[in-house]
């Protein structure tokens, strides 16, 4: 069954709402931690202007869902830009659906994941995006450089290469609880690109 825009209207917004077998969606959001840990610790929103660079090199054919929206930084400038948009958040923010806890997501979207994740579980996100979009759709994750390091990782990369990955020579902003400010970052973050069955190698690009 696929996942639709009418359907996520129905869903509860408790922030422990897990769903039930019957649910169109069987949990979204972000992970199975209290909404303290994840607000103290997970979320850092994400400029905007980052949504404006990656769509200005890579297109993405079908719906989006922001399974990590937060207060829908991301996902404003995806329907700007007049994608079809499905938002959800483990935490209620006041944006899209929230008590949706994505690594416990079963069903199957047709359509691409594009978002900034909890970054202590974005592996996790990494593998559970993969596993729920169709061959030829695409995950994008905005991700720190240092996401390439770990063992752990690595064999996650030579299993499931992503195709493209953008590192971005100017910084760009993650706030966190979205607090911006004019100081700049000392991060350095990248796109990550998948299309789900690609087994190439990787391409490194620059952007920004």
Same mark, same amino acid.
């Given at each position: 069954?696929?996942? +639709? $825009?009418?359907?996520?209207?129905?869903?509860?917004?408790?922030?422990?709402?897990?769903?039930?077998?019957?649910? $169109?969606?069987?949990?979204?959001?972000?992970?199975?931690?209290?909404?303290?840990?994840?607000?103290?610790?997970?979320?850092?929103?994400?400029?905007?202007?980052?949504?404006?660079?990656?769509? +200005?090199?890579?297109?993405?054919?079908?719906?989006?869902?922001?399974?990590?929206?937060?207060? +829908?930084?991301?996902?404003?400038?995806?329907?700007?830009?007049?994608?079809?948009?499905?938002?959800?958040?483990?935490?209620?923010?006041?944006?899209?659906? +929230?008590?949706?806890? %994505?690594?416990?997501? &079963?069903?199957?979207?047709?359509?691409?994941?594009?978002?900034?994740?909890?970054?202590?579980?974005?592996?996790? %996100?990494?593998?559970?995006?993969?596993?729920?979009?169709?061959?030829?759709?695409?995950?994008?994750? %905005?991700?720190?450089?240092?996401?390439?390091?770990?063992?752990?990782?690595?064999?996650? %990369?030579?299993?499931?290469?992503?195709? $493209?990955?953008?590192? &971005? &020579? &100017?910084?760009?902003?993650?706030?966190?609880?979205?607090?911006?400010?004019?100081?700049?970052?000392?991060?350095?973050?990248?796109?990550?690109?998948?299309?789900?069955?690609?087994?190439?190698?990787?391409?490194?690009?620059?952007?920004?």
């Amino acid at each position: 069954m696929e996942l +639709g $825009v009418n359907s996520i209207s129905v869903i509860p917004r408790e922030k422990d709402w897990v769903g039930d077998e019957n649910s $169109v969606f069987k949990t979204l959001g972000a992970s199975s931690h209290t909404s303290d840990d994840r607000e103290q610790d997970d979320f850092y929103a994400t400029e905007p202007k980052a949504i404006d660079i990656l769509c +200005g090199v890579e297109k993405f054919e079908g719906r989006i869902w922001e399974c990590a929206c937060g207060q +829908g930084h991301l996902s404003k400038r995806l329907i700007d830009m007049g994608y079809e948009v499905i938002s959800s958040d483990l935490i209620d923010r006041g944006y899209g659906v +929230g008590g949706i806890d %994505f690594l416990k997501c &079963s069903r199957p979207f047709d359509g691409n994941i594009i978002t900034n994740p909890p970054y202590k579980y974005a592996k996790e %996100f990494v593998e559970k995006a993969l596993e729920l979009i169709p061959n030829g759709k695409k995950l994008a994750m %905005f991700l720190k450089l240092q996401f390439l390091e770990g063992k752990a990782r690595k064999e996650m %990369f030579v299993m499931h290469p992503p195709k $493209v990955v953008y590192v &971005s &020579s &100017s910084r760009l902003l993650c706030a966190k609880n979205a607090v911006f400010h004019d100081k700049g970052s000392a991060v350095a973050y990248c796109w990550y690109i998948w299309e789900k069955g690609y087994q190439g190698d990787t391409i490194l690009r620059w952007i920004n």
